[in-house]
């Protein structure tokens, strides 16, 4: 399992989550068109301090992208750089891939920046396994965050 940035070695399998409509472009795209408004994203995400890493994880078709971050940041001038991260994962990712990348984003990056996750019920319980591992606590639950009106727990990462 590793964590590599985004690159054009990866736009085929982000063409193939693409057409599952596992990522949240407009429909109808070409290859081209596609590759094109990924390399702007990817451009505006570089100017704004956001980044996109791919989790390249072991499956029965080998090892190949399993899910992707994009990681907004945000600087402070008295302490860490602050992150929130949002996950996406492709079919291929087991249960176990979901966890092991999810763990290892944390370890690697909370060295470096305090990470923030806020979640909706449905991610609650995986969070808490996370937790478990001693990578993360929960500290809030707000109440009616999301646009539908349900609740969110806040998540912020441990420092050993």
Not at 24 to 29: A, M, Q, R, T, V
Not at 38 to 47: E, F, H, N
Not at 85 to 98: C, D, G, K, L
């Amino acid at each position: 399992m590793r964590i590599e940035p985004v690159s054009e070695g990866h736009f085929e399998y982000l063409w193939a989550a693409y057409k599952r409509g596992i990522l949240d472009f407009e429909p109808g795209l070409s290859p081209d068109d596609f590759i094109v408004l990924v390399l702007a994203k990817m451009a505006d995400g570089i100017q704004t301090g956001n980044d996109s890493y791919v989790f390249m994880g072991k499956t029965p078709q080998g090892e190949i992208p399993i899910g992707m971050v994009t990681v907004a940041v945000s600087e402070s001038i008295d302490a860490k750089p602050q992150i929130v991260p949002a996950f996406t994962w492709f079919p291929e990712a087991s249960p176990r891939n979901i966890l092991e990348c999810a763990l290892r984003f944390v370890v690697d990056f909370k060295e470096d920046h305090k990470i923030f996750i806020t979640a909706g019920q449905g991610d609650w319980r995986f969070l808490g396994h996370l937790c478990s591992y001693g990578a993360m606590r929960r500290v809030g639950y707000l109440r009616k965050y999301f646009q539908d009106g349900s609740n969110a727990n806040l998540y912020e990462s441990v420092n050993s």
